[in-house]
């Protein structure tokens, strides 16, 4: 019986970095960095709803914790004169000392803009669950998204698969729908997937969304990989 494994995973060290960054002597501390990062990301996910974010990865070494946001809306969550990432850094302090936290490690804030969104898999996939929300029928979603993201010139090929009651139907199925090229087993293939819930009120929806960026090769003059998203600094809190 045949195993898919996530398209991220086999890419780290090819050309993917870890999520999650550490710098510690301590071993012992792998616990409760794990734990940390954990509750940091589920608040974010919570907090920064329909703010079209990307990523977020934590860099922390002893003294700070550096979290970095990848939003395709930067003034939404930096907000007026950077009052809501002030905001934002408040509470996640606030929620790491209530969380029992035996370090007070200094918090760090940067807002990074991706100015190609219709490259990104997760903003794509949060694009059609805010379709399916506002109850424009799936395949007209899945058709103009496609034809969206297809648009880019960055992306080769994209894939998109949903999964539950489709259209308020009793009996729950699959569609899918492809564009281009998808080369799973390619791992010097930049390919982005994410996956995405829909919520309505008949019941979850399920989203996920593949899409191709080319290949990327080392540079033999600097030993440096050239990466297909365009990011851009915004904000350094």
Known sequence: MTHVAHPYVQRIGVNRDWKSRWFTTDPKKFREYLRTD????????????????????????????????????PGLVIGRSGEGATKLKKEIDMLLRSSKVTDKPEIKLDVEEIRSPESSANIVGQMIAEGLEKRLTFRRVMKQTIEKVMANRDVEGVRLTLS??????????????????????????????????????????????????????????????????????????
Do not use: C, H
């Open 38 to 73: 954990a509750v940091i990301r589920q608040f974010l996910a919570k907090k920064l709803k329909g703010m079209s974010v990307d990523t977020v990865e934590i860099e922390r070494n002893q003294k700070e914790i550096r979290i970095i946001i990848k939003t395709a809306r």
């Open 164 to 237: 539950g009651r489709l259209g308020g139907a009793d009996m729950a199925r699959r569609e899918e729908l492809k564009k281009g090229r998808i080369p799973l087993q390619t791992l010097r293939a930049d390919i982005d997937f994410a996956r995405v819930t829909a919520r309505l009120p008949y019941g979850a929806i399920g989203i996920k969304v593949w899409i191709y960026r080319g290949q990327v090769f080392a540079d033999r003059k600097s030993g440096q990989t050239e990466t297909a998203p365009r990011i851009a600094r915004v904000a350094s809190k």
